[in-house]
């Protein structure tokens, strides 16, 4: 008699993208704390259900524009509301600026909008956070992650990239990245492809 399938499990989830993030930490050579590590590997792990991403809008389910989020935290009734919109606006920004950072190309906004939001966000969190009350076991990661936002977006674009997430190949994108962000691994992608660009020139040279 087979056996029947196993069930994939949040602690499964949890523990894929706990690996996934090791090794891309490890290779960007970026050092964050075991409780930034864990709160990114609990991010991931939590949009794997799509409707803690997206809202439902008159068009149909859709991701709140960045904006409107920060609206959000600045017009809140009350510290603990500002706090969690805070939240969410940094979690949105660095989740999909990571994961589908190439799908950001030809939009309106670039990667670059989404860390300055989340990166901004994060501080602003942390700088007004006192008790922070959650389930998270771990000390504040939120200032952390505001000084290491670019980097970070670097390792979760690693894991994106290891998940099938994003497409491989895309030259013209990863200049695009590193120009606007100074992403040093869409640099390292660059180089691997023979291609040293130059803020002081306008065209790509490859060797």
Known sequence: MMNAPALVTTLNVEDYFRGQLTTALAHRELDISI???????????????????????????????????????????????????????????????????????????????????????YRDLNAALTIYVTNFPYANPFGELARKFSAVVDVLSEVADESNLGSRGDTLRDFEIWLRTGSQRALGNLHGRGVFPSRQMTSLTRH
């Open 35 to 121: 409780g930034t590590a864990e709160y990114l590997v609990r991010l991931l792990s939590s949009f794997a259900d799509p409707a803690l991403l997206f809202t439902r809008g008159a068009d149909g389910l859709e991701i709140k524009p960045l904006a409107m989020q920060f609206a959000d935290a600045v017009y809140a009734d009350g510290q603990q509301q500002r706090k969690v919109a805070l939240k969410r606006l940094g979690d949105i920004a660095l989740f999909i600026a990571g994961m589908f950072s190439r799908s950001l190309a030809r939009k309106v906004v670039d990667v670059d909008y989404y860390i300055a939001m989340g990166g901004a966000a």
